[in-house]
């Protein structure tokens, strides 16, 4: 142990941290050696993990070492002087170019004792660096913001000129001879590269292309709603659709199956975006789906995701346990997936083994075994299950529990010393455990394996520019699922306009979950048959949340509309 602790040269603020007994010393050294596994900072690393707050670390480090302090939600951004220091240098040191006066550079620093990071910035500026205090994740939001902001500047760019100069892979090799030559031509491709840079900018998850009678639309998925955004002539319809097949190397002489392909887009130096790519022979041609597959959305952290605090205690609770089962359930496109690789980079330390299978793997995450469902192979849910179990694992991941084999492989695994994740279709919390017994799982099995069902759907935020109060009757609230009480004590109900700001008055998207861990009571009730709505009825005994109580608090604090919350939760 001593040999490895001399192997890291812990920050002067790492050695007050154990002065000021915030940490024990062997503590500090586990913590170093894992934010190097990670490629994180120290600082980082404890307020990623949870070992301190990030607030209360930023404080201590300004007072002691007699650095400013400041707060990153009151700063202009407008301030900051561009391009002036290399991103490279930028994400590699966690530092911020805040502002420039004269020859003097204020850099945002969580660790004012990082003298590297420091140095190098001077070096690479010729400007005296001064180090500010800001909180951690406050800084590790504002570089991903001001880089995600130069991406953008760069996609942009391509909107106007040199589309057909995009960087563009493809996925596995198919056959690909015999190529109408008509596909290649700058317009078609300056088209469907903007069509994708367009995507990509707007914020959208899917991008279809329809064919039809007698015209041809493509459509995007924004915040979980379709919006159409073009339609090109029908007569170059074949030619969009044989360029993606072409992008992501699928066979474009086959027109009568499916097929399955991925385009990696190189959009930066630092930034590339993937699309899974379905398309599907329909009555006029081929429709071609393309879901957006970016790996940022996984890194989002817990407190994005949209908890109320009891459920994200729950949720970290059973995640660190050392075996059992949690399932998360809800409909295509509801956020089961970055549920899930919210745990798993929580869960993702050199001294856990994670593996995980899916149809297909979505997120892509160093440090975790990823597994590629190919049933033409053999390779099914339940045969990569077999494999995991002799592979010495921790943390399993099952994209989705489908039959009864991977559910008996699964409930096994969790019985017998690992943790075990995935995802089942039901409506809600309640209905998973009836479905795992309608499968022919036994209830003694599903009450001594699983730990915890989680049920979520996303909603629309409101846009914070353009949001309105409405004036409801109180009988309407009351009808809506809102008590006395609340009512009573007053809140405000806002709906949506529509500004330049948003996409009809709606920005973004947060979770809405109904976190429900397999208490005792629940877990006699499985073994003795209950069904979903005894289930249901223990659950809210305990006090547990339904979807539409939590979407109904999102709407109290003003963060979505009743129409949202019925959308997503009617019955």
Same mark, same amino acid.
């Given at each position: ?165 995009l960087q563009i892979e493809g996925g596995d090799d198919e056959d690909t001879e015999n190529l109408d030559a008509n596909i290649d031509e700058a317009p078609i491709v300056r088209y469907v590269n903007k069509i994708l840079v367009? #995507?990509?900018?707007? @914020?959208?998850?899917?991008?279809? %292309? &329809? /064919? ?9 998925? !924004? ?73 940022? #959305?996984?890194?989002? @952290?817990?407190?994005?995701?949209? %908890? &109320? /605090? ?9 995640? !660190? ?77 099952? @994209? ?114 109904q976190v429900m861990p397999i208490s005792e009571a629940t877990a006699r009730l499985i073994m003795e048959g209950g069904n979903s709505l005894q289930l249901a009825n223990q659950a809210r005994r305990e006090g547990i949340s ?25 019955d």
């Amino acid at each position: 142990m001593a040999k490895d602790q001399a192997t890291f040269k812990p920050s002067g603020l790492a050695w007050r941290l154990v002065k000021e007994q915030l940490i024990s010393e062997s503590q500090m050294h586990a913590a170093y050696q894992e934010a190097r596994a990670k490629g994180r900072t120290f600082v980082q690393h404890l307020v990623t993990e949870n070992i301190l707050e990030p607030r209360r670390i930023a404080v201590l480090a300004s007072h002691e070492f007699g650095v400013p302090l400041l707060d990153l939600d009151a700063f202009d951004p407008g301030l900051m002087p561009m391009n002036l220091v290399d991103e490279r240098l930028i994400t590699k040191h966690r530092a911020l170019p805040l502002m420039r006066r004269g020859n003097r550079l204020f850099l945002a620093l969580s660790d004012p004792t990082n003298e590297q990071a420091i140095e190098e910035i001077r070096f690479n500026t010729g400007l005296i660096t001064e180090p500010i205090i800001v909180e951690d994740h406050k800084l590790g939001a504002a570089i991903d913001k001001t880089l995600h902001a130069q991406d953008t500047s760069l996609i942009g760019d391509f909107a106007d000129a040199d589309l057909e100069k995009l960087q563009i892979e493809g996925g596995d090799d198919e056959d690909t001879e015999n190529l109408d030559a008509n596909i290649d031509e700058a317009p078609i491709v300056r088209y469907v590269n903007k069509i994708l840079v367009d #995507a990509i900018t707007s @914020g959208a998850s899917d991008i279809h %292309f &329809e /064919p039809f009678e007698k015209f041809f639309r493509i459509r995007f998925r !924004q915040d979980g709603l379709l919006r159409e955004v073009a339609n090109p002539p029908l007569n170059i319809a074949g030619r969009l659709v044989s360029r993606l097949k072409v992008m992501s190397r699928m066979n474009i002489a086959e027109r009568r199956v499916p097929q399955d392909g991925r385009i990696k887009l190189k959009v930066s130096r630092t930034r590339d975006i993937d699309f899974r790519v379905n398309t599907l022979p329909t009555l006029y041609g081929e429709k071609v789906v393309l879901r957006i597959l970016d790996s940022s #959305a996984a890194q989002v @952290g817990i407190d994005a995701l949209g %908890f &109320e /605090p009891e459920q994200r205690e729950n949720f970290l609770k059973a995640i !660190q346990k050392p075996y059992g089962m949690i399932l998360v359930t809800g409909p295509t496109g509801s956020g089961k997936t970055v549920s899930l690789y919210t745990a798993l980079n929580i869960l993702n330390k050199p001294e856990i083994n994670i593996s995980t299978v899916e149809d297909p793997v979505e997120i892509q995450v160093a440090g975790i075994n990823q597994v590629n469902l190919n049933p033409k192979s053999g390779l099914t849910f339940a045969e990569a299950l077999r494999a995991f179990l002799r592979q010495d694992p921790d943390v399993i991941m099952v @994209g989705e529990i489908r039959d009864l084999e991977t559910a008996e492989i699964a409930v096994k695994a969790a019985q017998t010393g690992h943790l075990v994740l995935s995802t089942l279709h039901t409506n809600d919390a309640p209905q998973t455990l009836t479905r795992l017994a309608n499968m022919g799982v036994p209830p003694f099995n599903i009450a001594s394996s699983v730990l915890l069902i989680m049920a979520q759907r996303l909603v629309r935020r409101l846009c914070i520019h353009c949001r309105q109060p409405l004036d409801l009757p109180r009988a309407a609230m009351l009808e809506e699922g809102f008590t006395e009480e609340e009512i009573n004590q007053g809140f405000t109900v806002y709906g949506p306009v529509g500004c330049e700001k948003c996409n009809k008055g709606y920005r973004g998207r947060i979770g809405i979950f109904q976190v429900m861990p397999i208490s005792e009571a629940t877990a006699r009730l499985i073994m003795e048959g209950g069904n979903s709505l005894q289930l249901a009825n223990q659950a809210r005994r305990e006090g547990i949340s339904d979807l539409r109580q939590s979407g109904l608090r999102k709407v109290k604090a003003g963060i979505t509309s009743l129409e949202e919350v019925n959308r997503v939760t009617r019955d």
